[in-house]
């Protein structure tokens, strides 16, 4: 009973990530932001100019300095391949 419980999990898991890297075949990294503030500035550049988007924060192994994190966090923002020139344009305006 305990194996078939774990098979179960690393199937559900493998299938996760499976999953993830389908998807995220379609979609490109078109900025990296670090930090809160340029996060949020980025997304509301492509929010006000209609382009979606997603976004990936890698793991943060190792910090431990919590009151700066929101400071040090890695936010990678993805747009659909064919949505790349709209988004540039959008980050870049004033």
Same mark, same amino acid.
């Given at each position: $009973?305990?194996? @078939?419980?774990? *098979?179960?999990?690393?199937?559900?898991?493998?299938?996760? +990530? $499976? &999953?993830?890297? @389908?998807?995220?075949?379609?979609?490109?990294?078109?900025?990296? &932001?670090? *930090?809160?503030?340029?996060?949020?500035?980025?997304?509301?550049?492509?929010? /006000?100019? *209609?382009? !979606? %988007?997603?976004?990936?924060?890698?793991?943060?192994? *190792?910090?431990?300095? %919590?009151?700066? /994190?929101?400071? $040090?966090?890695?936010?990678? +923002? %993805?747009?659909?391949? !064919?949505?790349?020139?709209? &988004?540039? /344009?959008? @980050?870049?305006?004033?």
């Amino acid at each position: $009973m305990k194996y @078939i419980i774990i *098979g179960t999990l690393i199937l559900v898991v493998a299938c996760v +990530v $499976m &999953a993830k890297l @389908i998807t995220y075949k379609y979609w490109t990294c078109i900025y990296t &932001a670090f *930090g809160h503030d340029n996060y949020f500035k980025v997304i509301a550049k492509l929010e /006000r100019e *209609g382009v !979606g %988007f997603k976004t990936k924060t890698p793991l943060q192994l *190792g910090s431990t300095d %919590f009151q700066n /994190r929101n400071k $040090m966090t890695q936010y990678d +923002v %993805f747009v659909k391949k !064919g949505d790349e020139q709209a &988004a540039q /344009r959008a @980050i870049h305006s004033a």
